[in-house]
């Protein structure tokens, strides 16, 4: 069985790379495809130091980090990798990668990330924050994101079967492309998170500094309870802002590296967080180090935390992103008393590692595979010419 792997771009290490790293450890001998590779020497290891097979986008000028300003040839761009010789493609695919031509005599299982999200239904969110609300920019950018929503729908056909890595997202994969999916939880690193009991008093909340993060929100929230200690870390283009608005009790210490962004997730009294994200792997993290997560109860959160008023609970929800809603969700935390316990936070976790990930993974698409043959058997009656 020849193997056939497809990823939007190699640019850096994170959440959906994470997910291809996985599915090459179950499928060793599979080809690597994407519209870009741009990783360096040193950071190939988890690729197993693999040789990509790129589309023309990636000797474009300026790609290497303006690649994303080529959406609109994207398309074109994965179209135009010859799958041919392959049994199976395995697509990761958060924006264009499932649209990859294979033929009626290949399996084809795409593991949707999301759809596109800023042509789809956070389309309103990404012009507004893009500053492309009126004039003749937004214009463009309104038409070309409806051509993408065409080919993005049409190329829905071309995909046998769909994993989805949440709840939300298989809700999201219908809603857009009218099919059904099967949920596979990406897979979460959870043994290099290591349980620890004793907590200290301060919360703790990690994250790329960007708008849809929220994080600003929550340094509001803590700087209207002065007696309750922050620690903020991760860097992006809000961290001047936010920075001027923290109050004595939030602490930003930026960017830091592995090791120091365990030890605090160990030692926290519970992890915030205001996303709404699709699956969200930095609450399963803590949650490894047997740390409870305050979080708002919308997207993949509601599938990986326990709330309290179950049993075995690991977290409390928030139902709306606001700052009276996380101060109360903290009082509703600190009166919970023994409630919430770092073993079941551990526990909960584990059912998001990356062994879990695999076996799953790997008895999906042999399934699949199988049935796929078996299927390739069935005659189609011809129409009877009299």
């Known amino acids: 069985m020849k193997v056939a792997i497809v990823h939007e771009w190699f640019v850096n290490y994170a959440g959906s790379e994470k997910v ?32 990509v097979k790129t589309s023309f986008i990636q000797s474009l000028p300026f790609a290497e980090t303006k690649y994303r300003t080529y959406l609109p040839l994207m398309p074109l761009a994965v179209e135009q990798f010859d799958l041919s010789g392959y049994d199976l493609v395995l697509s990761s695919s958060h924006a264009v990668s499932k649209g990859v031509l294979t033929g009626p005599d290949q399996l084809h299982i795409s593991y949707i990330h999301s759809p ?7 389309q309103h969110q990404y012009l507004q924050e893009s500053g492309l609300v009126n004039g003749p920019k937004s214009f463009l950018a309104r038409a070309l994101l409806h051509k993408i929503r ?14 989805a ?19 596979l939880y990406p897979p979460v690193d959870v043994s290099s998170f290591e349980l620890q009991l004793a907590k200290e008093d301060f919360y703790l909340t990690a994250s790329r ?50 090791d120091v962004l365990k ?20 609450p399963v993290e803590a949650q490894a180090c047997g740390t409870p997560v305050i979080a708002f109860g919308k997207g993949g959160a509601l599938e990986t935390i326990r709330p309290l008023g179950i049993d075995s609970p690991t977290g409390v929800f928030f139902d709306e992103q606001t700052v009276d809603e996380i101060i109360h969700a903290v009082t509703r935390f600190e009166s919970s008393g023994a409630a919430i316990s770092a073993l079941n936070c551990r526990q909960n976790s584990l059912r998001f590692s990356e062994e879990n990930f695999r076996e799953q993974f790997t008895h999906f698409v042999q399934r699949a595979y199988v049935d796929f043959r078996e299927s390739k058997h069935i005659q189609y009656p011809p129409i009877n010419h009299k």
């Open 20 to 51: 291809v790293e996985q599915i090459l450890k179950c499928f060793p001998q599979a080809d690597l495809f994407a519209v870009v590779d741009f990783l360096k020497d040193g950071e190939r290891g988890f690729i197993m130091n693999k040789p």
């Open 209 to 258: 500094l960007v708008p849809y993060k929220k994080i600003e929100l929550i340094v509001e929230a803590f700087n209207q309870m002065p007696g309750r200690e922050l620690v903020v870390i991760g860097d992006g283009p809000d961290f001047a802002r936010i920075a001027k608005k923290c109050g004595k009790n939030v602490k930003m210490l930026g960017y830091q590296h592995f």
């Open 116 to 122: 596109i999200r800023y042509a789809w239904d956070l």
């Open 165 to 183: 890595n949440s709840q939300f997202i298989a809700r999201r994969i219908h809603k857009t492309y009218r099919r059904e999916a099967v949920v």
């Open 150 to 163: 065409n080919w993005d729908t049409r190329t829905a056909n071309g995909v046998d079967h769909f994993l």
């Open 263 to 282: 030890s605090h997730m160990q030692r926290a009294k519970a992890f915030v967080f205001a996303a709404e994200e699709d699956f969200g792997i930095t």
